[in-house]
């Protein structure tokens, strides 16, 4: 939570000017930046009171004049310390100005909620000014979380900073698959920090870009059966593949956290199981990839397992009627699903020749003794 603007702290002028009681010409004057014997924090302080005053006349003028302060009162206004409510204004509307956030960044009075805010939507110049300070962001590792989960930040920085984050016992609860990303990223080379992009952080990129160029309207699976139930790459997508195939464990699970449809639906048959793992519980994955997933004959017993434990899946018919049809769902998984099915879909499972033998017994079980 940002503190309010503490308006005792300010000079007795402005005091005067930020009273709601002020003259309304006073207050308009100050809307349009012009307060005369105020230093130019103080003015931007003004600004950020009456734009957030929702039954100030002045608002609209505060706001349009906060969007485009001119440079001599802005670079002023940076060169002091800056309440946290002013800071947080200040770095949302000049998010694209790595100048100014860069000064703000510096500023002792900038609030946590502020700095998650430019981790989560910030461009990679950004990203790279934050992840600079250890010290900060061993502090706040939600900062963290929202740097790894920001498409924007390099690969090698997020490498880095989960590295940073595993060797000084932080659990990043907030990324779904941190137990995949602490474990992968034990065994991997963490570079240092370097001016310009790496090998790595290029191929990261370039992979997106490919990957965004892929995306269809709707959950498409980027595999094929032949005659005999082996799967086969989709053509359109080996080129895709063959990039992810490139990347280490850690650069793979992240574009399991990040990448299309496309990429889970690739990735959540990785050989490695940790990718596997990190691709179903994306926070991106969505009910109907995961209806794809549960039906998958070639899916690993882990996938399915961990579908099975999730509470947000299991809200659907489809998801759990396919578990239990699926020969790879762990026996008890399917067995403790199958009381959930309707009784049609009971006896099909009963008679089906693609089910295991546990699992029709425990349909017929379920028959009997609804019959009773």
Known sequence: MIPPIDVGALSAPAQKMAQPTAPQKLREMAARGIAPGLKPGEVVTLLVLLASREDEPARETADKTLAALPEPLLQGALGGDLPSLVIDRLARLYADRLPVIERLLGLPGMAGDTLEELARGGSEAVTELIAVNEERLLKNPRVIEKLYLNKHTRMSTADRLVDLAARNGVELTGIPAWREVSVAIKDELIVEPTPEPTPDDVLFNETQALAESLEADHAVDTHVEDEEGQEKIKDLYVPLYKRLADMTISQRIRRAMLGSREER??????????????????????????????????????????????????????????????????????TRLVQHLRESDLRNIAKSKNVTSPVKDAARRHLERRKT
């Open 265 to 334: 639906m690739l990735l959540v048959r990785d050989s490695n199981r940790l990718v596997a793992s990190a691709a179903v519980r994306s926070p991106q994955m969505q009910e109907e990839e995961v209806v794809l997933i549960s039906r998958n004959r070639n899916m690993s017993d882990e996938v399915l397992r961990i579908i099975s434990t999730t509470p947000e899946w299991l809200k659907s018919y489809t998801v759990k009627k396919h578990l239990v049809e699926n020969p790879r769902t762990p026996v008890l998984v399917a």
